[in-house]
């Protein structure tokens, strides 16, 4: 698929399986988005490809709690990085109630994946 007209930002994926994902956005806040979302779904890409290649899956896939549609906005001052790069700031609901801190971008599952920074 080509880039729409309207892309300022384009990262491309390529997991170890060889599955291609390409995220479009036309502003940072859009790519920002994209990519917590294909962050929070890695996991079912992963199940998804091997379903497709006849592999068996390395684990079920199961339903996440729901999280906000977007990233919220990051607080001033704020500069949480670990050995990933720059953390983000996200908050939603869990079953004990609301939540918010600074993830990892190393992908879901990671075996080094740092521990997230929580904001009490």
Not at 64 to 92: D, I, K, L, W
Request: proline letters at 8%.
């Amino acid at each position: 698929m080509a880039a729409p007209e309207s892309t300022k930002f384009q990262v491309n994926f390529k997991s170890p399986d060889g599955t291609l994902i390409n995220l479009y956005a036309a502003s940072k806040e859009e790519l920002e988005a994209l990519l917590t979302a294909a962050q929070d779904f890695s996991a079912l890409i992963g199940s998804v490809s091997q379903a497709f290649s006849g592999a068996p899956s390395a684990a079920p896939v199961r339903s996440a709690a729901p999280v906000a549609a977007a990233p919220a906005a990051q607080p001033v001052g704020s500069g949480n990085f670990c050995n990933h790069g720059p953390m983000t700031y996200r908050e939603g609901v869990g079953a004990k109630g609301p939540w918010k801190g600074y993830m990892c971008a190393a992908p879901k599952g990671a075996t080094d994946k740092c521990q997230t920074i929580w904001v009490r």
